[in-house]
């Protein structure tokens, strides 16, 4: 069973929208639990749950095993006690466009076949709304939601507030719902229906050929690919960058794997997946500045701020070649990106302009490299225990300052985004300070940071910041949490 689910919220804590608690505390639970039931044993066929989750009408819904390896039946008591029964397939399942029940197959899913840790979990905060005001029903149980984007909004709500854990669980979720996903990865209908032609054509004809096929069948589908994505993208020496020519190459740091039924390449570094490739972004490009040789892999998602990057060693040019079947990989200036470079490590990073404060990727050239950014994420870790409590949120942090969006207290930590800054103190949460601020007033700031030196033994405290706005002519809204109204802890 993967968890027990009532007013369910996983391991993380989470934020709501103009409210700021603590570590360990969370403001998006159920109002009032007092008439929620879970049925966590099938009445029909006595089968366990794999997940269940109860609403405060009475209501409630239990996700079973069924036949297929993503076959799920999803049972829904409405608040009189009828029972409706659905069958979902998770594999199926387009977030974007779902039912509250398809959604709990889906994340189930996630959760059972390992992709994810706390996918249902994650799902039932988000679902509920950035306020936590959003509820189900018989009203609205089967009408479609887009909760990709309601997800997204959850999790920026997470990294605005500095709940850096919850950011982190969520986005594994987010990922998840990608159409790019390893779990949304499947063979089209239209690419079947070729297959199928194929195979009838082979059979009447009595051809014994099966490779010539099967060679004619996948040239087809990567010129579907290419007319699909606009690739078809001309190497040097007047080869071409073909899906079917793609293969898999492996090297002492590098992993290179085709990926056919989305029509790109994934490269793996030191067994971690760097991104996926499609034969557009397959191409090497320097920065005139500094040298760097970057390859970039736009996303989609994320209103256009997120995009994989990796640097280009020799080791992996050389693999490139190899693994796409050119004999030199396309090579071109940097364009529609910068490369910038962190004063504290010398860490390089590759941003796109305007996307300051919410996006960007971090460059790691070379073992020196890796060194100072895991001393970095260590950094955290040592002086903000309890605000850093692993080694991939030290990391996290790390990212966040190499990319211009945290800065570290003597006791806490500042962390910057186009409509929000705030703090977080290591000892005294009461400490704890955000403040919202609209588009305008953080291109004033970003202007100013630009230009000036944060004086780091001023800045954990609010009125430092609201001499700034001040200065800037910008505007602001505090976020006041439930215990600083009460108490009245308004002297940051």
């Given at each position: 069973m993967l968890s027990n689910v009532g007013c369910y919220l996983g391991t993380s804590s989470y934020y709501s929208q103009k409210t700021k608690v603590s570590t360990g505390q969370s403001v998006t639970s159920f109002g009032n639990t007092a008439g929620i039931h879970l049925h966590m044993t099938d009445p029909d066929g006595g089968d366990n749950a794999l997940t269940s989750v109860g609403f405060p009408d009475g209501s409630s819904a239990s996700v079973y095993s069924a036949k297929g390896y993503s076959e799920y039946t999803v049972k829904y008591w409405n608040s009189n006690g009828s029972i409706s029964e659905y069958e979902y397939d998770a594999d199926e399942v387009d977030p974007g466009n779902a039912r509250y029940l398809e959604m709990l197959a889906f994340t189930s899913h996630l959760d059972l076949t390992g992709q994810t840790k706390n996918a249902f979990g994650?799902?039932?905060?988000?679902?509920?709304?950035?306020?936590?005001?959003?509820?189900?029903?018989?009203?609205?149980?089967?009408?479609?939601?887009?909760?990709?984007?309601?997800?997204?909004?959850?999790?920026?709500?997470?990294?605005?507030?500095?709940?850096?854990?919850?950011?982190?669980?969520?986005?594994?979720?987010?990922?998840?719902?990608?159409?790019?996903?390893?779990?949304?990865?499947?063979?089209?209908?239209?690419?079947?229906?070729?297959?199928?032609?194929?195979?009838?054509?082979?059979?009447?004809?009595?051809?014994?050929?099966?490779?010539?096929?099967?060679?004619?069948?996948?040239?087809?589908?990567?010129?579907?690919?290419?007319?699909?994505?606009?690739?078809?993208?001309?190497?040097?020496?007047?080869?071409?960058?073909?899906?079917?020519?793609?293969?898999?190459?492996?090297?002492?740091?590098?992993?290179?794997?085709?990926?056919?039924?989305?029509?790109?390449?994934?490269?793996?570094?030191?067994?971690?997946?760097?991104?996926?490739?499609?034969?557009?972004?397959?191409?090497?490009?320097?920065?005139?500045?500094?040298?760097?040789?970057?390859?970039?892999?736009?996303?989609?998602?994320?209103?256009?701020?997120?995009?994989?990057?990796?640097?280009?060693?020799?080791?992996?040019?050389?693999?490139?070649?190899?693994?796409?079947?050119?004999?030199?990989?396309?090579?071109?200036?940097?364009?529609?990106?910068?490369?910038?470079?962190?004063?504290?490590?010398?860490?390089?990073?590759?941003?796109?302009?305007?996307?300051?404060?919410?996006?960007?990727?971090?460059?790691?050239?070379?073992?020196?490299?890796?060194?100072?950014?895991?001393?970095?994420?260590?950094?955290?870790?040592?002086?903000?225990?309890?605000?850093?409590?692993?080694?991939?949120?030290?990391?996290?942090y790390a990212s966040l300052e190499i990319r211009g969006m945290a800065q570290r207290g003597a006791n806490g930590i500042i962390t910057t985004h186009p409509d929000n800054i705030s703090y977080n103190d290591n000892s005294d949460p009461k400490k704890n300070w955000s403040a919202m601020i609209d588009e305008k007033t953080w291109n004033l700031l970003l202007s100013w940071l630009n230009n000036h030196t944060i004086n780091t033994e001023e800045m954990t405290g609010f009125k430092y910041w609201d001499n700034i706005f001040n200065e800037i002519g910008g505007s602001y809204e505090r976020v006041w949490s439930d215990d600083e109204i009460r108490q009245g802890h308004l002297y940051q």
């Open positions: 994650d799902f039932i905060s988000a679902a509920r709304g950035v306020n936590g005001d959003i509820t189900y029903n018989s009203e609205n149980i089967l009408s479609q939601f887009d909760f990709r984007q309601m997800t997204e909004d959850f999790m920026g709500a997470q990294y605005r507030f500095g709940n850096m854990a919850g950011y982190l669980s969520v986005k594994n979720l987010y990922d998840h719902m990608m159409p790019d996903s390893p779990l949304r990865k499947a063979h089209s209908r239209d690419t079947f229906d070729e297959f199928c032609e194929f195979m009838d054509k082979m059979y009447a004809e009595q051809r014994s050929n099966a490779p010539e096929y099967r060679n004619q069948f996948l040239e087809m589908v990567d010129q579907g690919i290419q007319q699909k994505n606009g690739t078809g993208l001309s190497g040097g020496r007047n080869s071409e960058i073909r899906v079917s020519n793609f293969k898999e190459v492996e090297t002492a740091n590098y992993k290179l794997v085709p990926e056919p039924e989305i029509g790109g390449l994934r490269i793996l570094v030191d067994g971690k997946s760097a991104g996926v490739f499609k034969p557009e972004h397959l191409k090497i490009q320097e920065d005139a500045q500094t040298g760097t040789r970057v390859m970039i892999s736009e996303l989609p998602g994320f209103n256009g701020n997120w995009y994989d990057a990796i640097p280009v060693t020799e080791e992996l040019e050389s693999a490139l070649s190899e693994a796409i079947g050119v004999e030199e990989v396309p090579h071109q200036p940097l364009e529609g990106y910068y490369i910038g470079t962190h004063a504290g490590t010398g860490i390089k990073y590759v941003m796109r302009p305007g996307d300051e404060g919410r996006g960007g990727q971090v460059l790691l050239c070379n073992a020196v490299d890796e060194a100072r950014y895991k001393a970095l994420g260590e950094e955290y870790a040592r002086r903000y225990p309890n605000l850093v409590t692993s080694p991939e949120a030290g990391e996290f």
